[in-house]
């Protein structure tokens, strides 16, 4: 830029004012450029943090976040689980239990009907039918050792070591197949698997029982059991089938009863 000393402008005067006008500009020019810097400044100090953590490393944060919110929401569902198993686990310990205590009373209840009906000095015969009292056992038809074998596998079943009692029970089957305890050793078998949770093999030693002997004096508890293992397979139309046929051919006794509290508790689930 040329600066022209116009005529009226003094030397040192002239230089002066012109001095006055510049200084403003170029502090203004300098004010800007101060400005123009300072926003660079700004964002770098602002940017400082963010730039700590790299795009690659968020992603992998977050990545990580997700993953462990996924596995809490497993755990809760594991625990949840869990729970649910142990409640079922300790409703089948009950029912367990119960049944258990339901063989005992009625081995208990048939062993003392059985000393009271047999000979003195006889063996005694461990009945299964809790309202029919059994025969009696004649001394001459169960030999010491025959009667050792079923006793053992009576005891295995009342102490709760039901793989051995069914053990005893099958051997007993197998060793002596005329003997008059022979229809006892097969329900108790029945029984045994019921309580073990077999209600398929249950139901097969049952029905084997009826087939044998027909006019079993346990033949009530027998059919109420066959209902009860078709009801804990879900065979609703054969468990009612059986429950029915011991209320119309066992009217009035515990086994009746049974089948019709058993019924009315399947109406009610909707069965």
Known sequence: MTLRCWPWFG??????????????????????????????????????????APAPAREALT?????LETLQTEVRN????????ANEIERLKSSQRQLLADIDKRVRDLEQRGASASPAGAPTEVAPAAAVPPPAVNSTTVTPQE????????NFLKKGSYDRAAKGFRDFLAKYPQSTLRDNARYWLGETYYVMRNFRQAVDEFTKAIRENPKTPK?????????Y??????????ARSNLNQVIASYSGTPAAKSAEQRLAKMKKEGR
């Open 147 to 154: 009667q050792q074998d079923y006793d053992t596998a009576i």
């Open 78 to 85: 594991l625990r949840g689980q869990v729970e649910i198993q």
């Open 63 to 67: 990545d990580l976040l997700q993953q």
């Open 219 to 227: 033949a009530a508890d027998i059919l109420l059991k066959i209902g």
């Open 11 to 52: 030397g040192g005067a002239g230089v002066a004012l012109i001095a006055s006008l510049l200084t403003p500009a170029v502090y203004a020019a300098d004010a800007g450029g101060e400005r123009s810097k300072l926003p660079p400044v700004i964002e770098m100090g602002g940017g400082s943090a963010s730039s700590a």
């Open 229 to 238: 293992s078709h009801y804990e397979l879900g065979e609703w139309a054969k």
